[in-house]
Nanobody, 119 residues
Framework: DVQLQASGGGLVQAGGSLRLSCAAS????????ISWFRQAPGKGREGVAC????????YYADSVKGRFTVSRDNAKKTVYLQMNNLKPEDTAVYYC????????????WGQGTQVTVSS
């Protein structure tokens, strides 16, 4: 089965931290871009961060820059999103998705994990 499995969400107080994981099964992380998206209730989907699995290059949305860190462990076929200094506005369902590094279309999506930040 080819899939992405997102996990690690939960309830945390403002200022706290969570680490999300995105585990791939059925394929390797070679030559991919893995991205994290989030969607808050009543809002559109927002790209949060992404990482190139070959060179480790990263990109962050301005809203999370300096607070979130994306990393990967190719051997474990897992990408992580370390979220520090969480704010109530970070509350959302977080999804990971993968695409070929030379493609604009995301091919596989994880099922989403809920992150709730209380004030």
């Amino acid at each position: 089965d080819v899939q992405l499995q997102a996990s690690g969400g939960g309830l945390v107080q403002a200022g706290g931290s969570l680490r999300l994981s995105c585990a791939a099964s059925g394929f390797t992380l070679d030559d991919l871009t893995i991205s994290w998206f989030r969607q808050a209730p009543g809002k559109g989907r927002e790209g949060v961060a992404c990482i190139g699995t070959n060179d480790g290059s990263t990109y962050y949305a301005d809203s999370v820059k300096g607070r979130f860190t994306v990393s990967r462990d190719n051997a474990k076929k897992t990408v992580y999103l370390q979220m520090n200094n969480l704010k109530p506005e970070d509350t959302a369902v977080y999804y990971c998705a993968s695409k070929s590094s030379d493609s604009s279309r995301y091919e596989f999506w994880g099922q989403g994990t809920q992150v709730t930040v209380s004030s």
